[in-house]
C-alpha cells in the first residue's frame, strides 16, 4: 500500500479476521475480529460426540465475535 502512497489509516482502514498472534505484532497494529475459538472447539467436540447418541438432535449454534480495535482503523475525520 505504501507503494500506492496510501496510508493505513488515514487513507484505508484494514481489517483482519481471527485475530492471529501477529495482528497485534504488525508494523501497523491490525484491527481483527476474535473468534470464541475455545468455545468453538468445546463446542464442536461436544456435538461431534453427541452424534451417535440415539436422542441425537441436529443443532445450529451461533457464536458472538468481537471486534478487537487496534491502529489500523481510526475515526473518520471529517473534511
Known amino acids: 500500500m ?3 502512497g496510501l496510508r493505513v489509516p488515514d487513507d484505508l482502514a ?3 479476521y481471527d485475530d492471529i498472534e501477529f495482528a ?3 508494523a501497523v497494529p491490525l ?3 476474535r473468534q470464541p475459538r475455545e468455545q468453538l472447539g468445546h463446542t464442536a467436540a461436544r456435538l461431534l460426540l ?3 447418541e440415539p436422542d441425537h438432535e441436529h443443532r445450529h449454534v451461533k457464536f458472538q465475535p468481537e471486534l478487537v480495535v487496534r491502529a489500523s482503523t481510526a475515526v473518520r475525520r471529517s473534511t
Do not use: D, I, K
Open 24 to 26: 497485534a505484532a504488525a
Open 50 to 52: 453427541s452424534e451417535n
Open 31 to 33: 484491527t481483527s475480529v
Open 14 to 16: 484494514v481489517v483482519g
Open 2 to 4: 505504501t507503494q500506492q
